[in-house]
């Protein structure tokens, strides 16, 4: 972009934010900070909650915002309950290892196979996309009686392996990597080509760096959908020791008696915080992500 | 000399032609082993894990099946009695057409209004983590957290405020009531679905060239809202109609906020949704082929849904 271009632009970037009061402004202005609270205030409330002293708890009349911050609740959550069959950890343990692992794969899995149907073409990649795009428009739901079978019929049920292998190959994942590397020029490709790199070494040497905002979006979207998935572990996992979070957070609140509503509370910031963490980190790269997500139909 | 030189010169780009196109061949073939090499592994877990279920979910639903025995055909019978003697079936199907019917527009809209508003102010990055925040977070822990707005004592938040402000006076059981459980299930989902759209309409708003603005302004449109309706819609459709079919999948796979509101089964099927009629059916009952049936009409419904989205949205005209 020229100095002259960008100088027009901020220009016309300052007229725009000059902004005319009329009952329209008025209006979306009202609706904007109604949405706002609308969405901020359960969370500040879980924050608020997270961190209440037990008298502060069951207080009446009922107070938004915590006095007193205490640990407490987290060290009852993590001390308390490990007198119970399974300790918290483990359920944080279980979580981790099948959230991040499923991440890996699918970022992989997605990239070498997007990369492939974009770049090389091979014969049926048309029929392939359009099998793709309609797979977005049914839920996983769906799947999940012959999926049920197949874990199963693999013995895979109560492993970790039953939460991440059917969750590898997702269209959503796919059809946004496909997206992100269609408008990658080839040029970089070429030039490696000609200095004798060969496919492999391309892909990971100048395909995935270049890649990286689509990735880092799936590592978000991927992450936030493992990390919080309920159905899959509610029918592939029996053994009390395997739950994920959100079963244990489930069991935990149950009848959410009275001397765990503070564990409770620390159960659900700690189970909130590292996806709002992962997306706040990668925020610039999903939005350059998501430009390319439209489908054109 | 120089025709000579000529033919030399001829000769040998001819031969050098054709070592480089038998090279070229090589690469090709090469390149077609690493192109099917580089999309086996996605292939091949895509068809076991999504192509085959689906086709094996049609096969199972003309059958009765409950993973001991081999399963039976037996026609249409599943639909039959799916459709017309199953009245908690067709309860489940009323509350999700409800359900998907009103958060789904109403999530999206107002989706769209937000991310139209951000983009035009200051500070969007930060605007845009408070608004997508709810929908990065788990329907199970948030349900916890609504459920103390909503808990049926006095302790509850909303009935604490509604007795103060005198429009009751005894405390509303949210969760128990068949009248209110799903509205409370819809107010929790619409908090968090609206996320999803936002990114996606939030980054098609910046892609728009603001030199079409200018233009527009020259051809006579004046205020935002006609922008909006003349310039900004029609260039977003194809992130429109992700977001389209994003919010339709969601809105009628409704299933977590509805069980950790109201439990399954909920009072009276107050909040029974297709996806827990198909719970029930598959995993509690294991009878896989009328569950399967189930599942074919949740896959009918979004699929001719996410069809009709696309001819709404289309790009071609």
Not at chain 1, 27 to 47: N, Q
Not at chain 1, 118 to 133: C, E, N, W
Not at chain 2, 9 to 25: D, L, M, N, P
Not at chain 2, 154 to 175: D, Q
Request: aromatic share 14%; charged share 15%.
């Amino acid at each position: 972009m020229t100095k002259n271009k960008v100088l027009k632009q901020t220009e016309i970037r300052k007229k725009r934010k000059s902004i005319k009061l009329s009952w329209g402004w008025f209006f979306t202005y009202s609706f904007m900070i109604g949405l706002v609270a609308f969405t901020a205030l359960p969370l500040i409330y879980m924050v608020s909650t997270a961190f209440k002293p037990i008298d502060e708890l069951f207080i009446y009349p009922p107070r938004f915002l915590v006095r007193k911050p205490t640990l407490t609740n987290f060290s009852n959550l993590l001390t308390a309950l490990s007198s119970s069959e399974v300790p918290f950890t483990r359920y944080i343990l279980n979580s981790v290892v099948t959230a991040v692992t499923t991440v890996v794969l699918t970022v992989i899995v997605s990239a070498m196979g997007a990369f492939s149907l974009v770049k090389y073409r091979p014969k049926g990649s048309d029929a392939m996309f359009k099998i793709i795009l309609a797979a977005l428009m049914f839920s996983p739901h769906v799947t999940q009686i012959p999926t049920y079978m197949v874990v199963n019929s693999l013995g895979m049920i109560n492993r970790y392996s039953a939460l991440i292998i059917p969750k590898i190959a997702v269209a959503y994942n796919f059809f946004l990597m496909k997206q992100f590397i269609e408008q990658m020029p080839d040029v970089l490709m070429e030039a490696a080509r000609i200095d004798g790199a060969n496919e492999w070494y391309l892909f990971w040497k100048i395909v995935m760096p270049s890649l990286k905002p689509a990735w880092a979006t799936l590592v978000v979207f991927s992450f936030v959908a493992n990390w919080n998935d309920y159905f899959s572990p509610l029918i592939f996992i029996t053994s009390q020791a395997m739950k994920t979070l959100p079963l244990a957070l489930q069991t935990i609140a149950g009848g959410l008696s009275i001397a765990r509503a503070g564990a409770v509370g620390a159960a659900t910031f700690l189970m909130t915080l590292p996806t709002i963490i992962i997306f706040t980190l990668m925020q610039a790269r999903v939005m350059e992500t998501m430009v390319h997500s439209g489908i054109k139909a | 000399m120089a025709v000579d030189m000529d033919v030399r010169t001829g000769e040998q780009t001819a031969h050098k032609t054709s070592f480089s196109s038998w090279r070229k061949s090589l690469k090709k073939r090469e390149r077609e082993i690493t192109a099917y090499l580089f999309l086996a592994p996605f292939v091949i877990l895509f068809t076991i894990f999504i192509i085959i279920p689906v086709a094996v979910s049609f096969g199972l639903s003309f059958t009765r099946y409950n993973m001991l025995e081999s399963p039976v055909w037996i026609g249409l019978t599943n639909f039959k009695i799916l459709l017309m003697d199953d009245d908690i079936f067709l309860i489940a199907l009323k509350n999700t057409l409800v359900f998907a019917f009103i958060t789904g527009p109403l999530g999206y809209i107002m989706s769209f209004m937000a991310a139209w508003v951000i983009n035009q102010l200051k500070y969007k990055n930060a605007f845009a983590l408070a608004f997508y925040a709810p929908s990065i977070t788990s329907g199970i822990a948030m349900s916890v957290v609504w459920m103390y707005f909503f808990s049926g004592d006095r302790y509850g938040l909303i009935n604490n405020i509604l007795i103060n402000l005198g429009f009751i006076v005894e405390p509303i059981l949210w969760n128990m009531n068949e009248k209110t459980i799903l509205p409370v299930v819809m107010i929790i989902s619409v908090w968090m679905s609206m996320g999803t759209g936002f990114l996606v309409f939030l980054a098609g708003l910046q892609n728009v060239s603001r030199e079409l603005y200018e233009a527009a302004a020259i051809d006579g449109i004046g205020s935002r809202f006609q922008e909006l309706w003349y310039i900004t819609l029609p260039l977003m459709k194809p992130q429109l109609l992700f977001g389209a079919i994003n919010a339709i999948v969601g809105s009628f796979g409704v299933f977590d906020i509805a069980v950790s509101v109201a439990g399954i089964p909920s009072p009276n099927y107050a909040a029974h949704t297709i996806v827990a009629h198909l719970y029930d059916f598959a995993f509690i009952r294991f009878q896989m082929g009328y569950a399967s049936a189930v599942s074919v009409c949740l896959f009918a419904i979004t699929f001719v849904l996410g069809r009709v989205s696309m001819r709404l949205f289309s790009s071609e005209d």
